[in-house]
């Protein structure tokens, strides 16, 4: 089995920048991936991390050590549109590639 | 990326039916996956719809309640069976182009059961 954590909510300034992290244990990492969804929408794939190190699209960027079972989705430049739900999600390669979800981490951003 | 489109988008059924969920991709995809997401909560999958032979379900879900197909490598459907208000949810079918790569979800089907 896997234990997905992450933070429950935050909030963040419009312009700031804000990092939500994610830890996780798994017997079979096969990468961890981040998505966005607004209330009532299907998840937007946002990031997809399989190796150490950081990935950056635009204003967001997300990191992964493997060793310590950590990633975090970094957001640059707040807009209010990122007001959302972030999901971090793992695959885990003894378990048919599906990907195993966090709780999700509502991040509200205020003016 | 793949296109994904599902049908229907939402509906609302009276106890005791079934409805059917199409998944339908603009192209040919590796894996094809069916989640639930009930209200509040994240995403817990399903199964695993696999091309040609019987979906491998997780624990917790069984074949009689949500009996999947995937006839070929563009499409599947996920039957909702004997439905209570318990299975009122969203149902996301997602799809990796390669095994093991970058999975994408399709727009969802929000089921109210009544």
């Known amino acids: 089995g896997q234990n997905i954590d992450q933070p429950t909510e935050m909030t963040a300034t419009e312009g700031a920048i804000v990092q939500i992290n994610c830890t996780y244990q798994?017997?079979?990492?096969?990468?961890l991936f981040w998505y966005q969804q607004h209330a009532g929408e299907a998840p937007t794939f946002l990031s997809y991390?399989?190796?150490?190190g950081l990935e950056e699209k635009g204003r967001f960027s997300s990191f992964l050590s493997r060793s310590k079972g950590y990633s975090y989705l970094l957001l640059k430049e707040l807009q209010m549109k990122d007001s959302a739900s972030y999901l971090c999600?793992?695959?885990?390669?003894?378990?048919?590639?599906?990907?195993?979800f966090g709780k999700g981490t509502s991040l509200l951003v205020t003016p | 990326s793949a296109v994904i489109s599902q049908k229907p988008s939402r509906d609302i059924c009276q106890r005791g039916t079934s409805l059917t969920i199409q998944c339908q991709v603009d192209?040919?995809?590796?894996?094809m996956f069916w989640y639930r997401q009930q209200p509040g909560q994240s995403l817990t999958l399903i199964a695993t719809?696999?091309?040609?032979?019987?979906?491998?379900?997780e624990s917790g879900f069984v074949i009689d309640k949500f009996p999947i197909s995937r006839p070929n490598l563009t499409f599947s459907t996920l039957t909702v069976s004997n439905m209570s208000p318990e299975d009122s949810s969203i149902y996301l079918c997602?799809?990796?182009?390669?095994?093991?790569?970058?999975?994408?979800f399709g727009p969802g089907t929000r089921l109210t059961v009544t």
């Open positions: 997602s799809v990796e182009e390669d095994r093991g790569g970058e999975q994408y």
């Open positions: 798994t017997s079979g990492f096969n990468g």
């Open positions: 991390n399989v190796l150490d």
């Open positions: 999600a793992v695959r885990d390669a003894n378990s048919g590639y599906a990907l195993n």
């Open positions: 192209s040919q995809v590796t894996m």
């Open positions: 719809a696999n091309q040609g032979s019987e979906a491998t379900y």
